[in-house]
């Protein structure tokens, strides 16, 4: 079993940052990748970002490219998302997941409990 353990959501003004952390335990080392992914109310659950635990691979979604950016600490069993310009329609839930049987970013088979993050325009 791998837990998830979010944390860094909260309020801030359209054009500012944020960092989002995900902490692993439990079986961490078995995580091939690990994805954001964000849920807006009255919207699906979509994709963010993914990275892989070994190797440079990474990704973003086309709606936050060049705005947000997604990184890891092998040492520390943590995934960061960084938040810039952040935009009103970036308000959503946002969850860590994380993929302990394939490098699929988008099938992941554990979560997080959400953090929240709203932008205020």
């Known amino acids: 079993q791998v837990q998830l353990v979010e944390s860094g ?3 801030v ?4 940052s944020l960092r989002l952390s995900c902490a692993a335990s439990g079986r961490a080392l078995s995580i091939y990748a690990s994805s954001w992914f964000r849920q807006a109310p009255g919207k699906e659950r979509e994709f963010v970002a993914g990275i892989r635990w070994s190797g440079d691979s990474k990704i973003a979604a086309d709606s936050v490219k060049g705005r947000f950016t997604i990184s890891r600490d ?5 995934v960061y998302l960084q938040m ?6 970036d ?8 993929n302990s ?3 699929s970013y988008t099938s992941p088979d554990y979560w997080g409990q959400g953090t929240q993050v709203t932008v205020s325009s």
């Open 84 to 89: 810039n310009s952040l935009k009103p329609e």
């Open 9 to 11: 959501g909260g309020l």
């Open 74 to 78: 092998n040492a520390k069993n943590t």
């Open 13 to 16: 003004q359209a054009g500012g």
């Open 91 to 98: 308000t959503a839930v946002y969850y860590c997941a994380a």
């Open 101 to 103: 049987r394939t490098l």
